[in-house]
């Protein structure tokens, strides 16, 4: 029973061409996350919604925005992509009204830039 | 010297071995700890989460924590080539903290 839910799973876009990658997720967490992933490194997080509060992280580029229309779905949004924003993008919920709650991960979306 | 060091491997170790994973950490105030498997081409799966020095036992996996040596072990007994993933370890401060620092990972390769 998937819970973090990401399409595409694979994705190819041209440089400098939007592209939005979607997640949904079931759990009603109230906390969503974007990473991004490159080859043999570790997650790295871009920016979390706590609700509908938007956190972007210091050192994320201009270039990639997000969107949170409601509990269940969250977008990220690179508005022209390099070659070097092939990635892995990993979407993560967790609950944060329990304390200590970790983190579950959906099984990303591989993109590709021509 | 990074937050979180761990050992990238590769490792390999014939079916039936006991594994023994490591990350060292430098930040005190880190509270939480957690063990990811990811296999090729998926996310991250929560294996362990403990928040307390000593050892939790879930199945063929423990997972041990020491803060005062900032040393934190996961051990897979019986190890099967379906084990054959990265591990990635991460930790954060407190409650209400949403940054994980995650080790960069170690890649096992169970043989059968």
């Known amino acids: 029973d998937a819970m973090v839910i990401q399409n595409p799973r694979y994705q190819v876009t041209q440089f400098g061409k939007p592209v939005t990658l979607s997640c949904s997720q079931t759990l009603n967490h109230n906390v969503m996350y974007w990473y991004q992933q490159k080859s043999s490194q570790a997650p790295k997080l871009l920016f979390h919604y706590y609700d509908k509060d938007f956190n972007n992280e210091a050192d994320t580029p201009d270039n990639f925005q997000s969107r949170r229309p409601n509990t269940s779905f969250c977008f990220l949004d690179i508005r022209s992509p390099g070659l070097g924003d092939a990635a892995m993008y990993l979407c993560?919920?967790?609950?944060?009204?329990?304390?200590?709650?970790?983190?579950?991960f959906g099984d990303g979306t591989r993109l590709s830039i021509l | 010297q990074k937050e979180v060091e761990q050992d990238p491997g590769p490792l390999s170790v014939p079916e039936g071995a006991i594994v023994s994973l490591n990350c060292t950490y430098s930040?005190?105030?880190?509270?939480?700890f957690m063990w990811y498997r990811q296999y090729s081409r998926k996310g991250p799966e929560l294996l362990m989460y403990?928040?307390?020095?000593g050892n939790k036992e879930d199945g063929r996996f423990t997972a041990q924590v020491d803060k005062s040596s900032k040393y934190i072990s996961l051990f897979i007994r019986d190890s099967q080539p379906s084990d054959s993933a990265t591990y990635l370890c991460a930790m954060r401060v407190e409650a209400g903290s949403y940054q994980l620092t995650f080790g960069k990972g170690t890649k096992l390769s169970v043989i059968p």
């Open positions: 993560a919920t967790s609950s944060e009204d329990r304390d200590n709650q970790p983190q579950h």
């Open positions: 930040n005190s105030a880190f509270q939480y």
């Open positions: 403990t928040y307390s020095s």
